[in-house]
């Protein structure tokens, strides 16, 4: 049989996912199959594979299928065929009809089928089928030879055409094996250093004392009937299975263990699966049967028959990406967590090896290892020395945790590998050492108080707690010791799975009974407050865990040396009330001191020390102290990794701090697939109602709000807040936290006076349970005021920001990052008011700040150049603000990768400048740069890319091309549908947007609907603001008319107001005319012969101007501002205006003026001679359509006949210039 391996290699070991270790093998009902690897056709060998490789490819329930519309169930040949099948697999199932046959397939997920079919419905029943991802094989079965098989190739599960039930059973048979084989994990890890080559997984560590303890313990005969029970229980659909369990509990006696391990396979699957999947319930109730087991083979081994060194071989498969890593660990040590079979015959190993040639995922691997038997250190079996086992000739069997030398890898075939082991005695002493300390934290004083102690530490507390409780039931009453030990265990157990008030009655309990004992013992009454302390903590009641902690720490001075682990507790546990209390100086100062202690006493990969790391990186995170925080959980990492088992909570801890570092830095994928980590193992190892699932649940709940997924975000902090409310007190400083991350959902949606509702709660609760002067009140404080400024109530938000800053100013560092973050924020209060001086201000004394406590290239110095660089926008300082957004672009582009969201946000900032400048060309192509940023780091549907569609379509509508800038708006509008309210205010802008840039294509119906839309949002909006309602309903009524006078538009269609263009250029610019026509009139040129014609040089610029002139009035202002225009492009030779402007004087100087702002955008001159062209032909097309749609026929037919006398005389000047130069 093959076991879970360890390997202790030279490279840096992977962390296992919870997936991995938690992984449990379902063998098929029957798992009528020996795992021996002395005897291939009577006991084929499960074989060994690595966790990446088992992940992918875990087992699922065996179900056999016969599905035959002809079967009669009452015939004797077809009831012995289905008995031969369900010795194979237990569940087997005949049905008769189809759909009911497929539909049962496709409604279990969880299982794998083989289906047994008659040749003659085989080709009607595989296309509906076949692709099901359960459906593993199909076997044809056919009494007589088919003609004709090549429909059969055409269908790869089909594993044949069968004419009887046994070769049906024996291929059935040869497929399961093959995934009971590759069923069994392969643990590899990897170290960074010479002095780790040697570590072990943290897992072998704690499977050893478990099974130390086992082996231990005296069992009565009621551990075998319980056992039995649970195996009943297992098979209690397989009723083959079932017969050997009743035979194992009748005869159990009558054996050996060793001749029930070669002749029982469901004591083999059972021992195996759990042994593999930590199964901690299983393995306790097997602890009988390991003792059994252990103490035989060890008896034989202790008076072996051979004195020499010999050789024994295992096969098996392994993944690629696994087995590159074992290639890299020579010398290094490999260990087998289990009971190791091995044969004597190279070639039985091979043929367990050679199944890998199937699977090109897979390499076959055979382990030649080399046996001293004058090793005792881990006992081993000849099984045929074994007197009741006469057939296994070439097997020898290990006992569990066995140990090699990793001495050479060499290359076989293509597929097979060759590794040579070594048996030794040599383990790594780290691992001994740190062995060595667990064992004396789990001391007892008998088997089942070490194994209780040893399942706290393993994180199975409901187990632990079961065992306690006997011990507590079975102690006289007179070993108050005992029982004041079990208490406390008791309620350390309570606190973990989150009852917080049992919790406190047992370490009560425990406190009066030592109290009354006449010599009291120190260590243990320090020990008692301090956990009375924990719960105090954990309840959220601080200034009492407080008061616990000091009297621990006054009893503990007296009785031990200063750099004591017991002291490093104590510390550490005062340092975390510090922190939650928002005192972080004294915080990190305990925190220190315990970190101190802890290096002197601890080795670096010690699970004491991981809780202190993780809580330096919290303390050191709330002082500023980034980059030492990052340095603490680094360590974590590392540590954890090695030594914590699973299950046990810490890990969870230190996952969701690494998940917090990466929220930081915007890698919000790996943020959240870290807490779901966290989120795996608290669900497996507390209660459902746990509080440190609300916690996880809030994680999770921030990451997807990060990630602009609100609605998912808010499902995990109302699931949070159920939670506690079901398990904390109304006033735990963690209510308050929930109904604050609530509040910020609730913000970001629209949804302002819920978000205040939660956000009140916040404060209310925090003004009850926590210091005035508390940091997380400031915090609440600012979160308020963020409403209140979402909200345009500039002086609310400015109160509630203010005192916030009261509060961070007494209870932090004058020069403390966290104020910055505030001066920030009342600067943002500031600009919005308008008082841009005042907001230059706090922005610059938040500058001062990070200046002097952060590092030169810190994100968040680029945070306040960014917040100055807006102040600057709003003084229409628009040079300056470029200035410092660039210093913002260069710390991110150091800090960051160059996909970061924070660069998406300065391109922004950048792109708005230049908007407001008028370069829209510069806008757009920033707006570009933060789109593709965006599209790779935020979901497809996140609401900050309806942000930059809106952006980049407004660019486009700016620049004329109203095609791109529809589809960017739709793509703007399609986002917040499905992340806004339905009445949210953007939504009606969006509308509104689309309906102006669909009137400009003429589709004025849909411009209409859009328009009406807009309206209709604004009107039940959660604040609805009377003048935006009024300019909907405006623009809506000016939509409608359009198409009353449709006709006449049609009738002078554009291609007549764009045809003749004249512009007459430079020699060196006409080259280039053509496309920035085409650009800028949406490709409604006029006939290449005319275009032709245009270019011909005309009169100088003097003519242009006498001509402009003309049309113009008496008015010498408007004359000379016109020549002033006319100035600035004296060289562009000719330029003929085609048109009158109009009438109206204000119009008028509307239409002039635009040349100014024209001039400011334009990059050359060719292309504001062109717009400057443009512009006048689409004012008396504009002015034309206008009067049209408003049903004044008569004034534009007025301005089109204008438009064409127009042209008359432009023709007449025209041939005039022709003849003077011919």
């Excluded at 359960?134 to 056919?142: A, E, K, M, P, R």
């Excluded at 050359?1164 to 206008?1186: I, K, M, P, S, Y």
């Amino acid at each position: 049989m093959l076991s879970s391996v360890s390997v202790i290699a030279n490279f840096k070991r992977t962390s296992v996912t919870d997936d991995q270790a938690n992984t449990a093998l379902i063998l098929s009902e029957s798992d009528d199959v020996n795992t021996t690897q002395s005897n291939v056709q009577q006991h084929p060998i499960e074989i060994d594979i690595s966790f990446t490789y088992w992940s992918a490819h875990r087992m699922k329930k065996f179900i056999i299928i016969w599905l035959d519309p002809n079967m009669n169930e009452l015939n004797n040949d077809y009831q012995n065929s289905i008995s031969q099948l369900r010795q194979i697999v237990g569940s087997t199932k005949v049905f008769t009809d189809v759909e009911q046959c497929i539909d049962f397939i496709i409604e279990i997920e969880d299982a794998k089928f083989f289906l047994i079919l008659p040749e003659a419905i085989t080709k009607t029943v595989m296309p509906l089928i076949h692709e099901a991802p359960q459906l593993d094989s199909i076997y044809v079965f056919c009494l007589n030879n088919i003609k004709d098989e090549q429909w059969i190739s055409e269908w790869k599960k089909i594993k044949g055409v069968f004419s009887d039930i046994l070769s049906i059973c024996d291929q059935l048979q040869r497929n399961i094996k093959h995934y009971e084989q590759n069923g069994i994990p392969t643990y590899i890890i990897s170290t960074s250093s010479i002095a780790d080559l040697n570590e072990l997984d943290q897992s072998f560590m704690y499977s050893q004392l478990l099974t130390e303890i086992l082996l231990e313990m005296n069992y009565e005969k009621a551990a075998k009937t319980e056992f039995i029970e649970l195996c009943r229980k297992q098979y209690q659909d397989n009723k083959v299975q079932l017969h050997k369990i009743d035979d194992f509990e009748r005869n159990y006696e009558h054996h050996s263990a060793l001749w029930w391990y070669i002749n029982q396979s469901f004591i083999v699957s059972m021992l195996t699966r759990a042994l593999r999947t930590q199964n901690i319930a299983t393995i306790i109730k097997m602890g009988f049967y390991i003792k059994d087991l252990h103490r035989q083979i060890k008896q034989k081994h202790s008076t072996p028959n051979k004195s020499k060194i010999m050789t024994t071989y295992r096969g098996q498969v392994m993944a690629n990406a696994e087995f590159e890593k074992l290639k890299n660990s020579i010398g290094s040590l490999i260990a087998f967590n289990s009971f190791l079979s091995t044969t004597t015959s190279s070639v039985e190993a091979i043929l367990y090896a050679e199944s890998a040639q199937v699977d090109p995922q897979l390499v076959g691997i055979i382990f030649q290892m080399e046996i001293d038997p004058s090793i005792l250190t881990i006992p081993f079996v000849s099984l045929s020395d074994v007197d009741d086992i006469p057939f296994c000739q070439n097997e020898i069997l290990f006992s569990m945790h066995t140990v090699f030398r990793i001495n050479a890898i060499e290359q076989i075939t293509n597929y097979l590998w060759s590794v040579d082991l070594a048996l030794t005695t040599n383990t790594d002493d780290q691992l001994q050492r740190m062995t060595q300390r667990l064992r004396k934290e789990i001391e007892g004083q008998n088997p089942l108080h070490r194994l209780g102690n040893l399942l706290i530490q393993m994180g199975e507390f409901d187990k632990a707690e079961e065992i306690f409780r006997t011990l507590l039931e079975t102690t006289s009453n007179v070993d108050l010791e005992q029982i004041v030990s079990f208490y406390n265990q008791l309620g350390c157990i309570c606190k973990e799975k989150g009852n917080f008030s049992s919790a406190l009655s047992y370490h009560q309990k425990a406190l009066e009974i030592q109290q009354k004992i006449a010599v009291p013992n120190h260590s243990v009454l320090a020990n008692i407050y301090n956990n009375i302390g924990e719960v105090h903590r954990l309840m959220g009641e601080y200034s009492t865990a407080l008061l616990c902690y000091q009297k621990t720490l006054i009893i503990g001075q007296e009785f031990v040396t200063f750099d004591s682990p017991m002291l490093a507790i104590i510390y550490n546990n005062i340092s975390q009330v510090y922190n939650l209390m928002g005192d972080y100086s004294a915080a990190l100062s305990y925190l220190q001191k315990t970190l101190e202690i802890q290096e002197k006493n601890f080795p670096l990969n010690d699970p004491n020390l991981i809780t202190k790391y993780n809580n330096a990186d919290q303390s050191d995170g709330s002082l500023g102290e980034n980059s030492v925080a990052s340095l603490n959980l680094q360590q974590v990492s590392e540590i954890q990794e090695k030594v914590i088992p699973f299950k046990n909570p810490d890990l969870a801890a230190t996952y969701e701090n690494i998940a917090r570092m990466h929220y930081a830095m915007g890698e919000y994928s790996t943020a959240l697939s870290h807490h779901q980590k966290a989120f795996e193992i608290r669900q497996k190892s507390l209660t459902s109602d746990h509080p440190l699932l609300a916690i996880t649940h809030n994680n999770i709940g921030q990451v997807h709000y990060a990630m602009g997924e609100c609605s998912t975000g808010l499902l995990h902090h109302q699931r949070a807040l159920e939670i506690q409310q079901k398990s904390l007190p109304l006033n735990h400083p963690d209510l308050a936290a929930t109904h604050n991350h609530i509040g910020r959902v609730y913000d970001s949606m629209g949804n302002y006076s819920t978000a205040l509702s939660h956000l009140k709660k916040t404060l209310e609760i925090q003004k009850e349970s926590l210091p005035p002067h508390h940091p997380d009140l400031a915090t609440t404080y600012e979160n308020i005021g963020r409403v209140h400024y979402a909200m345009r109530e500039y002086s609310v938000a400015l109160s509630h920001h203010q005192m916030a800053l009261e509060i961070r100013q007494k209870s932090l560092m004058s020069d403390h990052p966290v104020l910055a973050i505030t001066h920030n924020n009342i600067g943002q209060v500031h600009y919005a008011m308008g008082e841009y001086s005042t907001a230059l201000l706090h922005h610059q004394r938040a500058l001062e700040i990070q200046q002097k406590s952060l590092p030169s290239s810190h994100p968040d110095l680029a945070m306040t150049y960014n917040n100055i660089g807006e102040i600057y926008v709003g003084m229409i300082d628009y040079l300056n603000a470029i200035r410092y957004y660039k210093r913002t672009l260069k710390i991110q582009q150091v800090a960051f990768p160059s996909d970061h969201p924070l660069l998406a946000i300065t391109y922004n900032n950048i792109g708005r400048v230049h908007e407001l400048r008028e370069h829209y060309s510069d806008a757009l192509f920033n707006y570009e740069k933060v789109l593709r940023i965006q599209q790779k780091a935020l979901p497809s549907k996140h609401p900050s890319l309806a942000t930059i569609y809106n952006s980049i379509a407004e660019m486009h509508r700016m620049t004329g091309d109203y095609s791109s800038s529809l589809l960017y708006h739709e793509n703007t509008l399609e986002i917040q549908t499905k992340s806004l309210p339905p009445n949210h205010l953007s939504l009606a802008e969006r509308h509104h947007q689309i309906a102006v840039v669909l009137e400009g294509l003429h589709r004025y119906n849909e411009a209409a609907e859009h328009a009406s839309c807009a309206l209709n949002i604004i009107r039940h909006s959660f604040e609805p603001k009377q003048s935006q309602v009024e300019k909907y309903q405006k623009y809506l009524d000016e939509i409608l008319l359009i198409p009353e006078c449709s006709k006449l538009i049609k009738a002078n269609n554009i291609n007549e107001w764009t045809y003749p263009f004249l512009l007459v250029l430079h020699p060196s610019h006409q080259s280039r005319l053509h496309s920035i026509l085409f650009d800028l009139t949406d490709g409604h040129l006029m006939p290449p012969s005319l275009s032709h014609e245009c270019l011909t040089k005309l009169e100088s610029n003097k003519q242009v101007k006498s001509i402009v002139l003309e049309t113009l009035s008496d008015s010498v202002d408007e004359r000379d501002r016109v020549l002033k225009d006319f100035s600035s492009v004296d060289h562009i030779e000719s330029i003929y205006l085609l048109g009158k402007p109009p009438e109206m004087s204000e119009q008028r100087y509307s239409f002039f003026t635009s040349f100014r702002k024209v001039s400011i955008f334009c990059e050359n001159e060719e292309e504001l001679a062109v717009r400057w062209a443009l512009d006048t032909a689409n004012e008396f097309r504009r002015l034309g359509g206008q009067c049209a749609e408003a049903g004044n026929i008569d004034s534009a037919r007025e301005y089109f006949q204008r438009g064409k006398e127009l042209y008359k005389r432009l023709a007449k000047i025209i041939d005039q210039a022709r003849s003077q130069t011919s």
